[in-house]
């Protein structure tokens, strides 16, 4: 039996990188202020949540929304939580206490998403075709993530899944993976 703790995530502007400003630019600094709280009370409701699971952590897999598989995972979430993301600094208390970071996404299509999502935020487009485009280009992430976990969750492991809310990801990882969905399914 493979088991896979998933749970449903908001990003904050430290973890979109270059996009996280752009977002925040979008936004009044009142806006901007209630978003970074609201993801910090989110974050401590995911850390507490994960603690009450009482988990064993050596030999526990983490999967992460936007970590490309690039051999640089670790520094990759170093400096992210560094620069003030409390999911990535979950992720290193986690891994300080024994769990194992996985590579979860493809680079490539990571590079193909932020391209985009930079051209529409310096735009304010929102065409019907770059809209179609940035759903496709989700699909063939959650393709992607779902098999690299297939790949890469053997029996009888347990892994936990950060992923952003706008991805489905259920229906596309094979059936015997358990998934355990503490926060509830997305809506």
């Given at each position: 039996?493979?088991?896979?703790?998933?749970?449903?995530?908001?990003?904050?502007?430290?973890?979109?990188?270059?996009?996280?400003?752009?977002?925040?630019?979008?936004?009044?600094?009142?806006?901007?202020?209630?978003?970074?709280?609201?993801?910090?009370?989110?974050?401590?409701?995911?850390?507490?949540?994960?603690?009450?699971?009482?988990?064993?952590?050596?030999?526990?897999?983490?999967?992460?929304?936007?970590?490309?598989?690039?051999?640089?995972?670790?520094?990759?979430?170093?400096?992210?939580?560094?620069?003030?993301?409390?999911?990535?600094?979950?992720?290193?208390?986690?891994?300080?206490?024994?769990?194992?970071?996985?590579?979860?996404e493809s680079a490539e299509?990571?590079?193909?998403?932020?391209?985009?999502?930079?051209?529409?935020?310096?735009?304010?487009?929102?065409?019907?075709?770059?809209?179609?485009?940035?759903?496709?280009?989700?699909?063939?992430?959650?393709?992607?993530?779902?098999?690299?976990?297939?790949?890469?969750?053997?029996?009888?492991?347990?892994?936990?899944?950060?992923?952003?809310?706008?991805?489905?990801?259920?229906?596309?990882?094979?059936?015997?993976?358990?998934?355990?969905?503490?926060?509830?399914?997305?809506?």
């Amino acid at each position: 039996m493979r088991a896979l703790i998933y749970f449903p995530i908001i990003h904050s502007a430290k973890d979109l990188g270059s996009l996280g400003n752009a977002v925040n630019e979008s936004k009044t600094d009142a806006q901007a202020q209630q978003y970074a709280l609201a993801v910090e009370h989110f974050w401590t409701l995911i850390g507490t949540t994960i603690d009450s699971l009482e988990l064993k952590y050596t030999g526990l897999k983490l999967y992460q929304d936007g970590l490309p598989v690039c051999g640089k995972e670790k520094e990759i979430v170093h400096d992210v939580a560094t620069s003030g993301s409390e999911n990535y600094r979950l992720l290193e208390i986690l891994q300080d206490k024994g769990a194992t970071l996985m590579g979860t996404e493809s680079a490539e299509l990571l590079l193909q998403e932020h391209a985009l999502m930079t051209q529409l935020l310096q735009s304010g487009e929102r065409s019907e075709s770059a809209l179609a485009t940035a759903q496709t280009l989700l699909n063939q992430r959650d393709d992607y993530i779902a098999q690299r976990i297939n790949e890469s969750l053997q029996d009888d492991e347990m892994a936990i899944l950060f992923l952003g809310l706008m991805h489905n990801i259920e229906a596309k990882l094979p059936k015997d993976i358990v998934l355990i969905q503490p926060l509830g399914k997305p809506k």
